[in-house]
């Protein structure tokens, strides 16, 4: 199969024949949105230029502001947490679940101060983190919950899509992920005050947007007495072009998450009866979309085994793999800029997250958007045998 098809050209090519003229300019975005919010059961969708945008609007739309205190995952990307420091807050991180990799309730109510206003959860590699306890959190403490789904499109927890939890939900379309219009974002929410306030964050502050409307008209603006801005507010709209590809994947949603599930089965096959690397823990009644395919090597010595295994898997034919992030914390701005700033009450240090910590230097994210399978399958078996040759190895 082919990741980008002929739908999705066909529709860009529509986009581009309508020649950015004033009334067709949002065409692909108002259908987008509205398949968008019908497939994830979901009042609004507002896309953006891209799934960091799509974060700082949330935070800002529910009000965090600066000496706010926002939990987020220390296993992550960074760009989870930027956002939360341009709103002025302050980032507090939460450990990892050693099994499943994703936010620990559990680290989260330690995190918990009278200053934290919201969550983000991360759903990891495309599996769900466990809503029924985070959000029983969220309830008791009065704070917001915001999803970042930039790496789980159909994953599902408990019966219901990853994305029908929060306050607010945000996707991603940037070139790795399931759907792609190369860059892109979208962020859905159930709560008509939320969206209309992320709207014209999203619209520069324009008076003529709201939750269903990301576009002023022409009437609007030809009047001389017209006051366009009510708010102020970001430009961070997503182009028609974006709109009209992320419109063809998403209406091909299913069959190309379904090619990456039938390329994590391939993997599953291999690791029966060793114990050199385990794959991340999918709990009863979650679903995993496999955004990549996970494992930790089991040593005691991750800083040269690490860079073993993926010495071996590389003779043996292997495709380049990907490591885990850098614990945000540990990234040069967050000790330079971060650590020293007011407020910042964590020590950025090995001892903050610790499972965060063991995990994050013994991951291997093995690619899943193959879209020849038979390539997948060969790498399969590259995987079976680097298994053993390491085994042999240490």
């Not at 990891?124 to 029983?136: E, H, N």
């Not at 991603?172 to 969206?195: C, P, R, V, W, Y």
């Amino acid at each position: 199969m082919n990741r980008i098809s002929e739908l999705e050209k066909k529709y860009v090519m529509e986009a581009l024949n309508n020649e950015f003229s004033t009334s067709k300019n949002s065409f692909f975005n108002n259908k987008l949105e509205t398949l968008f919010s019908q497939k994830f059961h979901s009042k609004f969708a507002i896309g953006h230029c891209n799934g960091t945008a799509t974060l700082h609007v949330a935070l800002m739309a529910c009000g965090i502001k600066e000496g706010d205190e926002v939990i987020v995952p220390a296993l992550t990307m960074s760009s989870t947490s930027i956002p939360v420091v341009l709103c002025g807050a302050i980032p507090v991180f939460a450990d990892s679940d050693i099994e499943t990799f994703e936010i620990s309730a559990e680290s989260i109510e330690k995190c918990i101060t009278n200053k934290t206003k919201a969550i983000i959860t991360v759903s990891l590699y495309g599996l769900a983190p466990d809503y029924d306890k985070i959000l029983s959190i969220c309830k008791k403490n009065n704070i917001y919950l915001i999803e970042d789904n930039a790496e789980c499109f159909l994953g599902e927890y408990k019966g219901k899509l990853v994305g029908e939890f929060g306050d607010f939900s945000s996707f991603s379309f940037q070139a790795s992920k399931h759907l792609t219009s190369g860059e892109g974002g979208m962020l859905i929410t159930n709560n008509k005050d939320l969206a209309n306030k992320a709207r014209r964050l999203n619209c520069l502050g324009y008076a003529g947007v709201d939750a269903k409307k990301g576009k002023i008209t022409r009437e609007d603006i030809q009047n001389p007495n017209y006051s366009r801005h009510i708010s102020f507010g970001y430009n961070y709209r997503m182009s028609e072009l974006q709109a009209a590809c992320a419109f063809g994947q998403l209406e091909r949603a299913e069959e190309l998450v379904e090619n990456r599930l039938e390329v994590a089965k391939m993997f599953d096959k291999v690791l029966d009866n060793q114990s050199v690397v385990k794959k991340q823990l999918e709990p009863q009644g979650y679903k995993h979309s496999y955004w990549t395919y996970c494992l930790v090597l089991n040593t005691d010595n991750p800083e040269n085994d690490w860079f073993k295994f993926r010495k071996l898997f590389k003779q043996n034919g292997g495709n380049d793999y990907y490591a885990a992030w850098k614990l945000s914390y540990n990234e040069p701005a967050y000790q330079s800029i971060l650590q020293p700033m007011n407020g910042v009450w964590q020590k950025f240090d090995e001892y903050l997250c610790p499972n965060a910590e063991y995990l994050q230097k013994r991951m291997i994210q093995l690619k899943t958007n193959y879209w020849d399978l038979k390539e997948a399958e060969m790498q399969a078996k590259i995987l079976k045998k680097t298994i053993n040759d390491f085994k042999e190895n240490i």
